[in-house]
């Protein structure tokens, strides 16, 4: 008994688990998107056309000589690989002027601020008599010539001391705010930010189907009107076959189809999801040609829904989804593990009574054979 009664304790006294929110961080390219919802790193280039990159770091200081900078940052394709510490982050507050803002970190309830000298330091709440200098413009441009030498500096400018953020690469590495003329020195650097993003996006028309692919892991389990399929071709190279995955996890890069009613659906951002099997969509790593590539890709045509062949005059998008079949057919139709779909685009006198008989993928049959077919909008077999 005192062995139950001790292990109840312990799990009366544990607290719940709770679930780990996966993030990336993208870099923002058009800084008309920054929103004082979201999260961001700040990050500059260590070295004059470097390709060594810094987080701008809080130290909880109130009174500092410079910022430290943080961790050297891994950077793959405009996004930070590797990992990024709480007081790494920072938010945007409104001063009510377009483009320009406060700076918040979100460790404690610090704002970055310039004190009229090289020193970026954190201080509090803006409200006070130097209010400006707290307030930053978000990647400014300055450029000029010294000695023959252009240079273009990109960054945060302080609207209050008119100096301009960078990673002064001295000893020790740190966050200087300088003045523009600094930079007669300082070849092409640079001060960008990255985004916190945790969902992505999937659309889908009005045909109610649609490929997808993200370069994150997805998790669509929240979406109950979606449905998330595999593709293969059938050994008679006529259908394709959607085997669906029911926990609606999509690996990165990976290829899938989409089927739910017209709108837009969101998927979370998780950190891997298990490989996807009998899959045989990719996914199109640059533009693409259709002659002579036998791509066939999803498309609506007359009101049927399926694997079209694309033209030796057509092009398919870099990050599009695609099949590939050594096939003459023009049209491959969908089943859902092994259940004809198209039938539900089939024209319009398929359903109005008028008796005329189309098979499951959409063709009109003017004398029908043994076979399931589509008649006066109902399946007949005819045997």
């Known amino acids: 008994m005192k062995i139950l009664f001790l292990l109840l304790c312990v799990l009366a006294s544990s607290s719940p688990v709770q679930a780990q929110v996966y993030a990336v961080w993208e870099l923002v390219t058009d800084y008309t998107t920054l929103s004082t919802s979201d999260t961001y790193v700040i990050a500059g280039n260590h070295t004059p056309n470097g390709t060594v990159w810094r987080s701008l770091k809080n130290n909880l200081l109130t009174t500092a000589d410079y910022l430290p900078v943080g961790s050297v940052l891994t950077i793959t394709n405009n996004r930070i690989t590797s990992t990024v510490s709480d007081n790494e982050t920072w938010v945007l507050e409104s001063t009510g002027t377009t483009g320009v803002y406060y700076i918040k970190s979100t460790k404690g309830s610090n704002y970055l601020q310039n004190n009229n000298s090289t020193k970026s330091l954190i201080n509090s709440k803006p409200g006070s008599s130097n209010d400006a200098n707290r307030q930053w413009r978000i990647h400014y441009s300055d450029s000029g010539e010294k000695d023959g030498i252009v240079y273009t500096v990109t960054g945060l400018y302080n609207v209050g001391n008119n100096r301009m953020l960078t990673v002064y690469d001295g000893s020790p590495i740190s966050w200087h705010a300088e003045t523009r003329s600094y930079y007669n020195y300082i070849q092409d650097q640079e001060v960008v930010l990255f985004r916190k993003v945790t969902t992505a996006n999937a659309s889908i028309s009005s045909a109610e189907y649609a490929t997808f692919s993200s370069p994150y892991a997805l998790n669509f389990s929240g979406e109950e009107g979606l449905k998330v399929f595999t593709a293969g071709v059938n050994d008679a190279n006529t259908k394709v076959i959607l085997r669906e995955v029911t926990n609606k996890r999509v690996p990165a890069n990976t290829a899938v189809v989409l089927h739910g009613a017209k709108g837009t659906y969101t998927g979370t951002i998780i950190a891997e999801a298990d490989a996807l099997t009998d899959n045989e969509l990719h996914v199109a790593t640059e533009e693409m040609s259709g002659a002579g590539q036998h791509i066939y890709v999803l498309n609506k045509v007359d009101g049927v829904v399926g694997f079209y062949l694309l033209s030796d005059e ?70």
Not at 362 to 367: A, D, P, Y
Request: glycine share 12%.
């Open 314 to 383: 057509g092009t398919l998008e870099q990050g599009k989804a695609y099949l590939t079949l050594n096939s003459g057919a023009p049209m491959l139709s969908l089943s859902e593990d092994g259940e004809a779909t198209a039938v539900r685009d089939l024209p319009l006198q398929a359903t109005t009574g008028s008796g005329v008989c189309y098979t499951l993928d959409g063709r009109r049959v003017t004398h029908p054979a043994k076979g399931v077919f589509i008649q006066n909008g109902k399946k007949i077999v005819i045997r």
